[in-house]
């Protein structure tokens, strides 16, 4: 696959998973009342900020010290499990 056909296709990727993030977002605000919606936001808020804090914290620093592992195939299963564990 050419980089030109890679990039549409992250492209098109991003564009789906945000798509129907959006839509079911729009979805579930017009199925509750207000409340509950505003419970649920802070929920999914709640969530971000602890996938990103964890991809920040220790996921991002294990992937930039990859090159300097020996034993890549122990390395990579941790970082599966602290994936999976996250």
Not at 8 to 22: C, E, I, K, P, T
Not at 43 to 69: D, H, M, R, T
């Amino acid at each position: 696959m050419n980089k030109l056909n890679s990039k549409y296709l992250v492209l098109a990727d991003q564009a789906l998973f945000s798509g129907m993030s959006f839509i079911t977002t729009i979805w579930i605000a017009r199925s509750i009342d207000a409340a509950s919606f505003g419970i649920y936001s802070a929920w999914i808020l709640a969530i971000y900020l602890f996938v990103s804090a964890v991809g920040a914290w220790i996921i991002q620093p294990f992937q930039i010290k990859y090159n300097k592992i020996n034993d890549k195939g122990a390395y990579l299963t941790f970082i599966f499990g602290a994936n999976l564990a996250s």
